[in-house]
């Protein structure tokens, strides 16, 4: 299955991080010119405001506390990446990866939970997610190698969507039973927080920058198509 630009770390990288900063050095050594990374757009946006966030909008200050590490990590990651000017430095933030080599798949894990119903929605499954299929994160990779363009960019499908919405959708894709639902008391009470979070209150993220900067459009453009035809 990716901005405050400020970073925790005072520019020194922690542990986890030091195959970015690693990378980035050896990238000076051998004189490339562009440097594309990894980020995630979902979960990281603050849980305040409306559903769908731009990348101008801040990462979230109070992760619950099993997101932590990867939060700080994506920061140091975003940080020293957009300060590299010398190497066209760019960050995509993709949305969660569906279809052939994924998890989320005809045959993956995912959809093995949901066809045994243990993927419940949560209270009013309110948490947005934002999705991409993996061919479109392939041709926007290269959109991104290709382009002189730098900074932080969602690179998402069109239809960031809650919980209650794309679930029952898999599951009539896969033709599994409609999914359960469990009261939000209740699953505060068995769940670790961050997956109850996760359905319930995470924000998605908006691609219309990614597409007018770098001309790219996704061939599936909603996920809503992506689960019938695209999940392999």
Known sequence: MTCETSTPFSRRPPAADEGTANLIAAARAVGTKRFVAQSFCGWPYA????????????????????????????RYLEDEVNSAGDLGGVSLRYGGFYGPGTTLRRDGSMV????????PIVGKGSGVW?????????????AAVEADVTGTFNV????????????????????????RRIPAFLARLVLPE???????????????????????????????????????
């Open 130 to 142: 934002s999705f991409i299929h993996i061919s479109d994160v392939a041709s926007a990779t290269v």
């Open 156 to 179: 998402v499908d069109d239809e960031p969507a809650p919980v209650a919405a794309w679930l029952p959708e898999l599951a009539r894709a896969v033709g599994a039973k409609p999914p």
């Open 47 to 74: 849980r305040v405001g409306g559903p769908i966030k731009s990348e101008d909008d801040p990462l979230d200050p109070t992760p619950p506390a099993a997101l932590r590490k990867t939060l700080d990590a994506i």
């Open 194 to 232: 961050h997956l109850y979070v996760m359905m319930t209150d995470i924000r998605g993220g908006s691609n219309r920058r990614f597409k007018q900067e770098f001309g790219w459009k996704p061939s599936f453009s909603t996920w809503r198509d992506g689960f019938r035809r695209g999940l392999g």
């Open 112 to 119: 093995e939970q949901v066809r045994r119903r243990r993927f």
